[in-house]
């Protein structure tokens, strides 16, 4: 990105105290990452927010070209599946290895049909890159062949069997 370019979208994370925390993990797991600007509460935001001075308040960060703020906002929300991030794996062995680090010590009960629930209760979808087309194929027999075979998967998805169930 164009240095003093700011991204039209940002997604912002809400953490309790763990932002720091969450973001270097984020940008550990993915090859094109980076750490960007921490902000520290200071007086004035400690009035507000009960955040000691001094103590980091937002961390930017960039993950495969999308820009996303953590921020340590208080313990008042928590995350839900309502929102998850969706990456798109080419390979058995990207989706394997997305798989393994991002549910590494998450939410056991919250792995279903290629989603997981992260440490810090992020929702994600390991997917195959060709999913979508599968499901949406206008074949509604190899579609539904496709939506079958995923719901039988109790936890991450298997990039070999979906594609048998596409061609049939």
């Known amino acids: 990105m164009e240095k ?15 932002a720091e925390e969450a973001a270097r993990f984020y940008v550990s797991v993915f090859d094109n990452a980076k750490i960007g600007r921490i902000t520290r509460y200071g007086k004035e935001k400690y009035e507000k927010h009960e955040r000691a001075e ?4 937002t961390v930017e960060f960039t993950l495969e070209g999308n820009e996303f703020v953590a ?4 313990p008042q929300f928590k995350f839900t ?14 989706l394997d290895y997305y798989w393994e ?18 440490k810090f209760g992020v929702s994600w979808q390991i997917i195959p890159a060709d999913l979508t087309r599968m ?8 579609s ?3 939506m079958k075979a995923m719901l039988q998967m109790k936890k991450k998805l298997d990039i070999k069997i979906l594609k048998q169930a596409f061609e049939g």
């Open 4 to 18: 003093n370019k700011v991204q039209k979208i940002t997604t912002n994370l809400w953490f309790d105290t763990q």
């Open 54 to 57: 001094g103590h980091v308040m």
């Open 71 to 74: 921020l340590n906002g208080g």
């Open 81 to 94: 599946e309502a929102i998850s991030f969706i990456v798109n794996c080419d390979s058995q062995e990207e």
């Open 101 to 118: 680090k991002l549910s590494e010590g998450g939410d056991e009960d919250a792995q279903v049909c290629g989603w997981l629930k992260d």
């Open 135 to 142: 499901i949406s194929d206008p074949d509604p027999e190899k």
């Open 144 to 146: 539904e062949r496709v």
